[in-house]
T-cell receptor, first 115, second 113 residues
Framework: AQTVTQSQPEMSVQEAETVTLSCTYD???????LFWYKQPPSRQMILVIR??????QNATENRFSVNFQKAAKSFSLKISDSQLGDAAMYFC????????????FGTGTSLTVIP | DAGVTQSPTHLIKTRGQQVTLRCSPK?????VSWYQQALGQGPQFIFQ???????QRGNFPDRFSGHQFPNYSSELNVNALLLGDSALYLC????????????FGPGTRLLVL
């Protein structure tokens, strides 16, 4: 079964600094999708960024970027110029290959942004 | 454009009771997935509905059942509630595609006493 591991239960970063959240996953598939979701205290899960496994280029969305290492099965999220609004729980998620419909989530990393 | 909506926002039940949670997908989406998120944990997949049929199911007992209506809205039913069913229940909708991305609702917080 696929598993997603987030080894950092909590992280903190100074405002305007950069922080990297780690995620590893286990799969025997070669084609799949990876996501980072943000869950603020309001509870609503918000998509931050997604990566297709067949693409070698790392995805980027404004201040958010990923470091996707397929061989190592690693998918880390880098947040640049951290803002107070970035404070939230961040979940890494794996989606089964095309034709599969299930998302697997990690246990999350709680990010605190220090003013 | 309304996003995914869920009702109710909070619910308190006692052991042995039954509960129904509701979800309306994002406009244009026809697939609904349900997740259980225990406190301090990531969401766990319960099942997914497409074309009014359960398309895939996670590792949850038969006490968890669902339904999808012709307008794509969905219900999650839980029978014979246990204390361990206390959690945040998230609904996510999507539109089938090469890069199927799920969009989540705000969730229903269920407390079983």
């Amino acid at each position: 079964a696929q598993t997603v591991t987030q080894s950092q239960p909590e992280m903190s970063v100074q405002e305007a600094e950069t922080v990297t959240l780690s995620c590893t996953y286990d799969t025997s598939e070669s084609d799949y999708y990876l996501f980072w979701y943000k869950q603020p205290p309001s509870r609503q899960m918000i998509l931050v960024i997604r990566q297709e496994a067949y693409k070698q280029q790392n995805a980027t969305e404004n201040r958010f970027s990923v470091n996707f290492q397929k061989a190592a099965k690693s998918f880390s999220l880098k947040i640049s110029d951290s803002q107070l609004g970035d404070a939230a729980m961040y979940f890494c998620a794996y989606r089964t290959p095309p034709g599969g419909n299930q998302f697997y989530f990690g246990t999350g990393t709680s990010l605190t942004v220090i003013p | 454009d309304a996003g995914v909506t869920q009702s109710p926002t909070h619910l308190i039940k006692t052991r042995g009771q039954q509960v129904t949670l509701r979800c309306s997908p994002k406009s244009g989406h026809d697939t609904v997935s349900w997740y259980q998120q225990a406190l301090g944990q990531g969401p766990q997949f319960i099942f997914q509905y497409y074309e009014e049929e359960e398309r895939q199911r996670g590792n949850f007992p038969d006490r968890f059942s669902g339904h999808q209506f012709p307008n794509y809205s969905s219900e999650l039913n839980v029978n014979a509630l246990l204390l361990g069913d206390s959690a945040l229940y998230l609904c996510a909708s999507s539109f089938p595609g090469v890069i199927e991305t799920q969009y989540f609702g705000p969730g229903t917080r269920l407390l079983v006493l």
